[in-house]
C-alpha cells in the first residue's frame, strides 16, 4: 500500500519506550529458551503456548494457524481500524544441542553470565522472538494511537525450510501484510535482503576393479579430486568477482563427499554436494550448468569416466532485495537513528523464512538481535543489551508505519 515516509514523535516514541521493562524482557526470553522445542522432530507447542500468553492478555486476537498438530504457528493480531498491516515474523524451532559435552552452560539452561543468555535457540531464533513480542506489548499498553493492524506471527519450522511454518502462513489468504520485518540475527542492522541458494550434487562414474589392478578400472573418486580442483581454480575465483552493495559476494562450498565401497576395490562412483549461495541478478538453474561445464571439462580425457551435474536438496531460490526507500526500510532505519544505532543497510548471507513472504510480494526486512556467527553452535549466547536495544527498535519501527493521531 502508499504509506507517507514514516516518522516518528517523540513524544509517543517516549510513551511507548516507557512501556519495556529489561526484567519482563529478559525472564520471557530465559522461559523460552529453557523449552526445548527443538526440529526435528519440531514440536514448538509449548513454546507457542507461551508466546500466546502476554499477547492474548494485553487484547490481541489470538489465532492458531497448523497443518500438524505438533507444527502450530501463532497469528496474534492488534487492530486498530483502517490502515497499514505490518507482520513481524520469528520462529521458535530450534536446531538440536549436538555433544552436549561441548557445552559449558546446560543447552536449556537459560544461564545468565556477563550479560548474556545461554542456550540452544537463545539467539537463533528467542531472541527475535521475545523482541518482537515485548515491543508489541509495548505498543499495546502505551496508549499511544494507532492505525491499521500489527501482526505478531511466531512459527514452527524454519529450521527445516519453513514448509509447515511461515510458507504455510505467507501462502494464507487471511494474512495479507503490508511490510514484514522476518527476526533473525543481524546485530541490530537492517537487512533489505538475503542470499539466494542452489544445491547441486556432482557425480562422477567410473569402473570398478580390483584394488591390486587399477588400470582395470576408471576411479571415480581421483576423478572427482579433479572435478574439485577444477571448481577451486576456475569457477570460485570467478565467484568472488560477482558482488552487489549489501552483501558478501557470491560464494559455493563442497559441504559432503561420498565415494568408494571397500577399501580394495577402485571406486566406480564418488558424490559431492555444493552448497552454493547466490547474489541478486544470479539465476539458480544457470549457477547448476556453470558448475556442469567444468566438471565435464575437468573429466572429459579420463577413459572411463563421466559426470553428472543436477539440483539437490533445498535451494532454487534467488536472493531477495526490497528497495531503498521502501517505507518499512525507512521506518526501520528511522527506530535505529533514534535509538543512536547502525544505520548502513546490508544483506543476509543465510536463508531466512523471510523468502516466503517476498515470493508473494510483501515487502520484506530481517532485523533481530544476535550475531548469526553463533549460530547453531555449543554455548550459543545472546547478549541482555542486545535484546533491549532490538526490543526498542521494533516498538519504534512499528511506531513509525502504525502510528497515527
Not at 503490508?178 to 535482503?193: H, K, M, P
Not at 557425480?203 to 576408471?218: K, N, S
Not at 558482488?243 to 559431492?272: Q, W
Amino acid at each position: 500500500m502508499t504509506l507517507a515516509s514514516p516518522r516518528l514523535d517523540p513524544e509517543q516514541a517516549t510513551q511507548v519506550l516507557a512501556q519495556i521493562d529489561e526484567r519482563e524482557v529478559v525472564e520471557f526470553l530465559q522461559s523460552l529458551v529453557r523449552i526445548p522445542s527443538v526440529n526435528p522432530p519440531g514440536d514448538v507447542r509449548d513454546a507457542i503456548a507461551r508466546c500466546r500468553e502476554p499477547l492474548e492478555a494485553a487484547g490481541f486476537a489470538i489465532e492458531i494457524l497448523a497443518e500438524e498438530e505438533t507444527k502450530p504457528n501463532l497469528i496474534a493480531r492488534l487492530e486498530r481500524g483502517s490502515g497499514p498491516v505490518l507482520l513481524w515474523n520469528a520462529h521458535v524451532d530450534v536446531v538440536p544441542t549436538g555433544e552436549e559435552s561441548a557445552w559449558t552452560y546446560p543447552p536449556f539452561g537459560a544461564e545468565i553470565h556477563d550479560r548474556r543468555v545461554y542456550g540452544r535457540g537463545a539467539g537463533d531464533d528467542k531472541a527475535s522472538v521475545t523482541a518482537q513480542i515485548m515491543a508489541a506489548l509495548a505498543l499495546a499498553r502505551s496508549g499511544v494511537p494507532l492505525r491499521g493492524t500489527l501482526i505478531v506471527n511466531t512459527v514452527a519450522d524454519e529450521e527445516i525450510g519453513g514448509g509447515l511454518g511461515s510458507q504455510l502462513v505467507a501462502e494464507s489468504d487471511n494474512i495479507r501484510p503490508d511490510f514484514v520485518i522476518v527476526g533473525e540475527q543481524t546485530l541490530n542492522r537492517v537487512c533489505v535482503g538475503e542470499k539466494g541458494g542452489q544445491g547441486v550434487r556432482v557425480t562422477v562414474y567410473g569402473r570398478a576393479a580390483h584394488g591390486a589392478l587399477p588400470w582395470e578400472g576408471a576411479n571415480a573418486i581421483e576423478g572427482m579430486a579433479r572435478v574439485i580442483v577444477a571448481l577451486q581454480d576456475e569457477l570460485w575465483p570467478e565467484l568472488a568477482k560477482r558482488t552487489h552493495p549489501y552483501f558478501h559476494p557470491s560464494s559455493a562450498c563442497v559441504s559432503l563427499i561420498e565415494g568408494g565401497v571397500k577399501s580394495n576395490v577402485v571406486p566406480d562412483r564418488c558424490t559431492i554436494h555444493i552448497d552454493r549461495r547466490i547474489v541478486p541478478g544470479e539465476k539458480p538453474a544457470e549457477v547448476v550448468e556453470e558448475i556442469r561445464r567444468v566438471a565435464e571439462q575437468a573429466v572429459t580425457r579420463i577413459p572411463g569416466l563421466r559426470v553428472e551435474v543436477e539440483p539437490a536438496g533445498w535451494g532454487g531460490r534467488e536472493a531477495t532485495v526490497v528497495a531503498e526507500d521502501s517505507p518499512i526500510v525507512k521506518a526501520m532505519l528511522a527506530a535505529n537513528q533514534y535509538l543512536g544505532f547502525d544505520t548502513t543497510l546490508t544483506g543476509f548471507s543465510m536463508a531466512t523464512d523471510g523468502r516466503h513472504f517476498a515470493a508473494r510480494g510483501y515487502p520484506t526486512i530481517i532485523y533481530g538481535p544476535g550475531d548469526p556467527s553463533l549460530a547453531h553452535k555449543p554455548d550459543e549466547w545472546v547478549g541482555i543489551d542486545e535484546v533491549l536495544d532490538a526490543t526498542r527498535a521494533y516498538a519504534l519501527a512499528g511506531l513509525a508505519i502504525l502510528g497515527g493521531s
